[in-house]
């Protein structure tokens, strides 16, 4: 069902009887504006709100039908587009936050505190491992890194003080994956919450929620926007863990998103279902010609029978994405490819970031990730390097036409 309306904009009453993904995008969280019949939504750069009654003034006076009364608490234009998140995750709601690390950021400072134990995924955006490695430990928060392509690694570091699991799956930037309801049902058998960052597979790659998933969090910034101007994050999960993060992270923390960014990201969020169908078609072509290059010598992508996990790729994602992970050999030959790329390619831009329209290929060392922001040995690194070799190539493929793409990515290869 969708979320509740937390405020005056109601939804219509007709939307809920159409809960199809691309009627959902365009339609969820929007109605024309009872002021001017606009139909589209109309962008309210307003901090503040007059009331017509006294209401109070801390956070924990926040109600579910509370009208609005500044930014940091709620705002139209954010309402909207956390409506329309949450319709798309198939959640009660959602919480929108400045970016997906202060989305991340929200979901362990919410509910992790000094003497918890979490456990979060060996191998996980830069971000997200760094601050799991340096932050967490420093508040005395106990954290495990843990392989959870292997359910069984998680059966075996749960704690009777964890708390949290943070999965992350397709993971950035290898494109292992992890089976969600498996390790959700180890998660809730131990009493604790599972959130996931989703950002790769976007709101269409799986039913997170459908799958277990307590918080699905995604980088905005990327698929969800689609066009690569405006940072931005959300948390979608059950009315009351959303609460929960809006009146800790949202209102005290204060990472909130800008109704600028939601607005724009919500016209990119429209198109969401269409994209991702053009992205994964894309990404297929592409990483089949991949595949045929001489001077490639793997491709990890979950919508191809090589990948190492296609069974669970065929069961659990509903879209393979766009993103494809490529190697060449040693990390000298990446190395001398990339810089080679920096100067041949006309079309794809050298350049971090992914999901957006244009494509996008970054080449990432493995000493180099694994010794500064993943810091695994022994088995965990060798677990990264069977899909990682020296290092790979991790390419965005954006909705430019696929010969298009392979005929510049054609002449930095060779
Ligand atoms: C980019 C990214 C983030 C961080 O998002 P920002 O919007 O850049 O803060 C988190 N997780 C994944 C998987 C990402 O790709």
């Not at 992205?279 to 029978?305: D, F, I, K, M, N």
Request: glycine content about 8%.
């Amino acid at each position: 069902s969708l979320p509740p309306s937390q405020n005056s904009l109601t939804e219509r009453p007709a939307m809920r009887n159409h809960q199809g993904p691309q009627t959902l995008a365009i339609h969820a969280g929007e109605s024309p504006d009872p002021g001017t019949g606009a139909s589209s939504p109309p962008l309210h750069m307003s901090s503040t709100f007059c009331v017509d009654a006294p209401a109070g003034f801390s956070a924990h006076d926040l109600g579910s039908e509370s009208p609005f009364l500044y930014a940091r608490w709620s705002n139209p234009t954010v309402d909207m587009f956390e409506r329309k998140i949450a319709a798309l995750d198939r959640a009660e709601a959602c919480l929108a936050t400045a970016s997906g690390m202060a989305a991340a950021s929200a979901i362990f400072f919410t509910f992790l505190s000094a003497g918890d134990h979490v456990v979060v995924s060996d191998v996980s955006y830069a971000g997200v491992a760094e601050l799991a490695r340096e932050t967490l430990p420093r508040l005395g928060i106990q954290v495990t890194l843990v392989d959870l392509s292997d359910p069984q690694n998680l059966a075996n570091a749960l704690r009777p003080n964890t708390k949290l699991v943070h999965a992350e799956t397709p993971v950035n930037p290898i494109t292992r994956l992890t089976d969600l309801s498996a390790i959700a049902a180890l998660t809730h058998q131990a009493g604790a919450l599972l959130s996931c960052d989703c950002t790769f597979a976007s709101p269409m790659g799986q039913r997170a929620t459908a799958l277990g998933v307590d918080l699905v969090m995604h980088s905005a910034t990327k698929y969800i926007g689609g066009h690569g101007d405006a940072l931005g994050g959300t948390i979608s999960g059950r009315a009351a863990l959303i609460k929960q993060l809006r009146v800790e992270a949202g209102i005290h923390h204060g990472g909130i998103l800008s109704p600028f960014n939601a607005w724009l990201i919500a016209r990119g969020a429209a198109t969401l279902p269409l994209r991702m169908r053009a992205h994964q078609s894309g990404a297929l072509e592409v990483a089949r010609w991949l595949e045929t290059h001489p001077a490639v010598t793997r491709v990890l992508y979950p919508g191809l029978p090589s990948h190492p996990q296609y069974d669970l790729a065929q069961r659990q994602m509903l879209n393979s994405s766009g993103m494809i992970a490529f190697q060449v050999g040693s990390a000298e030959q990446g190395r001398a490819l990339a810089q080679t790329m920096i100067e041949k390619l006309d079309m794809v831009h050298y350049a971090v970031s992914l999901g957006h329209h244009r494509s996008l290929i970054f080449w990432m060392e493995t000493a180099a990730l694994l010794a500064s922001s993943f810091r695994l040995e022994g088995a965990q690194a060798e677990g990264y390097r069977a899909f990682a070799g020296d290092g790979i190539f991790r390419l965005s493929v954006g909705l430019e036409d696929p010969p298009d793409i392979i005929a510049d990515l054609g002449r930095a290869l060779g």
